[in-house]
């Protein structure tokens, strides 16, 4: 059974969005509820995020909005060090602290501010080592900064009870293409 679910994927500047209003944000978020209802219904409670802009805000917004179904559901943003939001503009920087004020727990693996890319790599393997699965966007065929945990997560699940759920191009389309059809419906 999974318990405590890590949700990753794209950054938003890597599928191209750069402004909350863009059209595949509905369809991204639809395809994670879906994923998320399922393991839900199975007893998930937390859901495990970094706080990235992209993947992770959209899925902290869902999580927000299925609370009202799912009271029991929980999220932690768990950064790979102090003060990841540093850089961010202050449109990005005031959504993440909303979204890390509203999070049932939030703390930074090592605990001080940016020295090196291994802080990452030991976030990563802290997240995965603490989670019962990884639910990933991420297609095979357009490379990102999701490939590096995706690797870890099967390195980790080929010796252990590990569940990776990936969400790729296809699925997105499938989901699109059910999004425009529900739109098509409640015109006729």
């Known amino acids: 059974m999974m318990k405590r679910l890590l949700v990753t994927g794209y950054k938003a500047h890597e599928l191209g969005i750069f402004n909350d209003s863009h059209a595949g944000i509905p369809i991204i978020k639809k395809a994670l509820e879906n994923q998320i209802r399922v393991l839900l219904d199975e007893g998930l ?3 495990i995020l970094g706080g990235q802009q992209g993947l992770e ?3 902290a917004e869902l999580i927000l909005e299925l609370k009202d179904e799912y009271p029991h559901l929980k999220y932690a943003i768990i950064t790979p060090f102090l003060e990841q939001e540093k850089n961010w503009n202050e449109q990005k920087k005031e959504k993440y602290e909303r979204l890390l004020m509203q999070a049932d727990y939030h703390t930074s693996v090592t605990k001080k501010p940016y020295e090196a890319p ?3 790599v030991e976030r990563n393997k802290f997240v995965i080592r603490n989670t019962d699965g990884m639910l990933i ?3 095979e065929e357009n490379e990102g900064s999701p490939k590096f945990i995706k690797k870890l997560a099967e390195q980790y699940a080929e010796k252990n009870n590990y569940r990776l759920i990936i969400i790729d191009a ?3 389309q499938v989901v699109a293409e059910e ?4 739109e098509r419906n409640q015109f006729l």
Do not use: G, K, S
């Open 57 to 59: 805000t959209w899925t």
């Open 170 to 172: 296809y699925n997105l």
């Open 179 to 182: 999004l425009a059809e529900e």
């Open 118 to 120: 291994w802080q990452f």
């Open 45 to 47: 409670e937390w859901i």
């Open 137 to 139: 966007v991420y297609d």
